[in-house]
């Protein structure tokens, strides 16, 4: 890759928009994906096993997991970069203009989803992947779903990703130059299904919490505040 293009990506406003909006429609995908593979819980615990285990035991996960570990911060430095970039540069009083002009919850708590995000992030880390996995995947994951704390936490973070990318999908196509009336209503309505579509996180942590008697609570309650 030429390295004056990559120097062009880090050092001009363009670029760092364009960086920001390939790492957001990436962790965008990344988060339907993930969505589908919590959706084998439904399968049953060999089906959910069977699946982690097969990531775990495959080599190239690793290296997967370092490359959304770039993207991540990717998304995450330059998003910083250009909020404040453009507070520096924004007339005196726009902001309030804007918001008066018809901004939408979503692009008007950008700043404020991407906080809670990161917040929740570092929860969903500590809760799910620097743990004890001897109990087994699917029993761990079960397990914290009857908990009503954590599922409480798992509502809040799935709502603030859903406002995030129901504006995130939309400006992530008009900064790459995709804006065109012919496809600008389909890009609309496909970046409110993918946000919509995290929605599916809470259902299923909901789905697990209202089947659960007095004792599966406590035990899963156990599981993500000791654990």
Do not use: C
């Amino acid at each position: 890759m030429d390295i004056t293009f990559i120097k062009r990506l880090i050092t001009t406003s363009i670029g760092r928009k364009a960086v920001m909006a390939v790492s957001g429609l990436l962790l965008g995908g990344f988060m339907l994906v993930h969505l589908a593979e919590n959706l084998l819980l439904f399968r049953g615990e060999a089906a959910y096993n069977g699946w982690v285990e097969l990531l775990l035991s495959n080599p190239v996960t690793p290296l997967l997991e370092i490359g959304l570990l770039f993207i991540f911060l990717a998304h995450i430095v330059t998003g910083v970069w250009v909020r404040v970039e453009d507070f520096m540069n924004a007339p005196r009083g726009y902001e309030a203009r804007k918001w008066q002009g018809g901004r939408t919850i979503g692009s008007a708590t950008m700043l404020y989803t991407a906080a809670a995000i990161l917040a929740y992030l570092a929860y969903h880390l500590l809760t799910f992947r620097f743990v004890d996995h001897s109990m087994g995947f699917y029993q761990m994951v079960t397990g914290a779903f009857r908990a009503p704390l954590f599922v409480a936490i798992y509502i809040a973070g799935s709502t603030a990703l859903a406002l995030h990318l129901s504006h995130g999908m939309q400006s992530a196509f008009q900064t790459l130059g995709v804006n065109h009336p012919k496809y600008t209503p389909f890009i609309k309505i496909g970046g409110m299904l993918v946000a919509v579509s995290m929605i599916g996180f809470a259902l299923i942590s909901v789905y697990y919490l209202m089947n659960i008697d007095l004792k599966t609570a406590e035990a899963g309650y156990q599981v993500v505040v000791i654990r």
